[in-house]
């Protein structure tokens, strides 16, 4: 049977890993490269490089990167961040990523989704969704949450999906940095309406809230950061208590 | 040892040079028939869409020259579909070594497939210390059917050929260079053949 995945979401500024508690307030927790080996000998699924500089100077620090981690670790990765070209993609795949995301820049420009889906496949296609409730609906954001849309969170998920995309990582900003638990209501309903896998990102804080987010929120993917970089949440454990709520994990 | 990776153009076959790279070996990426040909190992990588790598491969001759190779040829994910003899995927021709088709999960599973499942019934040396029900990395869309030359088997949707062979020919649905340390077996078994 196919396995629910636990990815740790390494946040990267400047080569070194960070994470935003509601996007905002960044603190260092070390090496992304001895990190990501680290995640991999420990029994992650996955792992995600979120590039929050993203800019044009840093983007050759980031493929340096990239080539470093693919050399090293023997699982699949996903970069994103400021992806915006099928040259930067090419680029990022060449050096050995397996998977891009990608988020404001197909808000901007939907036809990108499809052109890397021609090019490079759907199966290297994330398109990440950073989305809040507002008075009752969910509304796409951009910018790493911080520019709302008027663009609906299903309307978009589904037009992604027939675009090309091989999966989402939907991020919600109510939850994101809270510790409360996961968006499930949403995610189910994304779970539902899609025939994609879903990644739930966004207010991991305990065991039973990854629990939570694989039976009521039907996720096919767990993605957090500071849970799991500060040893909270050991993800051997994770995935053994995960095993007692019948929840199938590759252990 | 003289280890090619097929590079015809198609998909992430970085991630397998450097998959050999951790086992110590330093595999030559190269589409030059003669370079292949005289290789003790050959990789048939594949990542993308069946028809336009089919294609390319036809550009090349890779077509004409893979099915006649002689020395241990491991073909993954993409790389093993266009092995066999029709894929749904642009209705495209294989190359016809492996006497089955490929077809495309029904949308009644989540599409592609994505992430780790196991495989079990293993069969041949390429297993060799993997034990059964071995969780492996997959990505995929359309699976190949069961056939004599299925050598494990993967649950989901179907049981479906996660792994074939066929004389001096292998193929694994699975990325064994993504697959943690058992996968790496699995690329060091192959070297072992």
Known sequence: ?251 | MKLIIINYGAGNIKSIQFAFKRLGYDAILSNDPEEIKAADKVIFPGVGEASSAMVKLKESGLDQLIPNLKQPVLGICLGMQLMCLHTEEGDTEGLGIFQTKVKRFSNNVKVPQMGWNVIKDLKSNLFKGIKENEYMYLVHSYYAEHCNETIAATDYQINYASALRHENFYGTQFHPEKSGNEGAKILENFLDL
């Open chain 1, 1 to 251: 049977m196919l396995t629910k995945r636990i990815i740790p979401c390494l946040d990267i500024k400047n080569g070194r890993t960070v994470k935003g508690v509601n996007f905002v307030d960044l603190r260092d927790a070390g090496d992304p490269v001895a990190l990501a080996k680290q995640y991999a000998e420990q029994g992650a699924d996955e792992l995600v490089f979120l590039d929050i500089t993203a800019t044009l100077e840093a983007r050759a620090t980031t493929l340096e990167m990239v080539r470093h981690v693919a050399e090293q670790v023997n699982i699949p990765f996903t970069v994103g961040g400021g992806i915006s070209t099928i040259a930067h993609v090419d680029a990022l795949l060449k050096n050995g990523a397996d998977k891009v995301s990608i988020n404001s820049s197909a808000v901007k420009r939907p036809e990108l989704v499809n052109e890397l889906a021609d090019k490079f496949g759907s199966q290297c296609v994330v398109v990440a969704i950073d989305a809040k409730k507002i008075e009752g609906e969910w509304l796409v954001h951009l910018a790493g949450g911080t520019i709302p849309t008027e663009i609906k969170l299903f309307d978009w998920a589904k037009e992604v999906e027939a675009r090309g995309a091989g999966e989402i990582l939907f991020t919600s900003m109510n939850h994101d940095g809270t510790k409360n638990g996961f968006a499930n209501e949403a995610l189910a309903k994304l779970s539902e309406e899609l025939n994609i896998p879903i990644i739930a990102s966004g207010g991991a804080g305990n065991v039973q809230h990854f629990v939570d987010t694989f039976n009521e929120g039907k996720s096919d993917a767990a993605l957090a950061a500071s849970v799991f970089h500060f040893g909270e949440i050991p993800i051997q454990e994770l995935k053994k208590e995960l095993r007692k709520h019948y929840i199938e994990v590759r252990l």
